[in-house]
């Protein structure tokens, strides 16, 4: 079956450094990939999508690679900030047509240290 | 949140109870789903629909049904709720298929 693996630590960071988050997966060829946001006690807030034919894609402070040979995402926040603490979560599309889903990794716990 | 609500927010019901829960987007989206979340399990989607009247299983669909009788309405039914469904429950909604994702604010549900 499909599987998303994400960072299982919590990742803690000094501000100003650059966090990277990993996003694993198998036997799956996704057409693209997310990667959302969530704080606590709130839904999950998308961030940016990244198709299979783009290897890298930026917005803002933001930076997700995708490469489909390792089956792995990059996400890339850099000078980063207190207020970048939170969960983020990857997801994969798969099944086609209207049984098209996403799929979620567990996400990873990112806390910026001031 | 993206023209979402969700009602209640926060409920607390006994073993055996029907529980409906209500999905409201102000946003026309065609797509909309149910995920539960739950530590050490992430997001599973419960149902989904793809238009009024057109819903299907998700993963995790026994013991819940749901409806969607107009657009922007999306209820989800748990028929005699059990412990094991306690967990916040989020709908989100979608222009198209499998695409960007909207969340509403979630309702957390504890079944005694």
Redesign the interface.
């Known amino acids: 079956s499909q599987k998303i693996e994400q960072n299982s630590e919590a990742l803690n960071i000094q501000e100003g450094k650059t966090a990277t988050l990993t996003c694993n997966y198998t036997n799956y060829s996704p057409a693209y990939l997310?990667w959302y946001r969530q704080d606590p006690?709130?839904?999950?807030?998308?961030l940016l999508?990244i198709r299979e034919n783009e290897k890298e894609k930026r917005k803002e402070r933001l930076k997700v690679t995708f490469d489909t040979t390792l089956k792995q995402s990059l996400f890339h926040i850099t000078a980063s900030q207190p207020a970048d603490s939170a969960t983020y979560?990857c997801?994969l599309?798969?099944?086609g047509?209207?049984?098209?889903?996403?799929i979620?990794?567990?996400?990873t716990s990112l806390a910026v240290n001031p | 949140?993206a023209g979402i609500t969700q009602s209640p927010r926060h409920k607390v019901t006994e073993t055996g109870t029907p529980v409906t829960l209500r999905c409201h987007q102000t946003e026309n989206h065609r797509y909309m789903y149910w995920y539960r979340q739950d530590p050490?399990?992430?997001?599973?989607?419960i149902h989904?629909s793809?238009g009024v009247k057109?819903t299907?299983k998700?993963e995790v669909s026994d013991g819940y049904s749901v409806s969607r009788s107009k657009t922007e309405d999306f209820l989800l039914t748990l028929e005699s709720a059990t412990s094991s469904q306690t967990s916040v429950y989020?709908c989100?909604i979608s222009d198209r298929?499998?695409d960007?994702?909207?969340?509403?604010?979630?309702t957390r549900l504890t079944v005694l």
């Open positions: 997310q006690g709130r839904g999950p807030v998308f999508l979560l997801a599309d798969r099944g047509g209207n049984n098209r889903k996403l979620w990794g567990l996400g | 949140d050490g399990h992430g997001l599973r989607l989904y793809y057109d299907d998700g989020f989100a298929v499998a960007t994702q909207y969340f509403g604010p979630g």
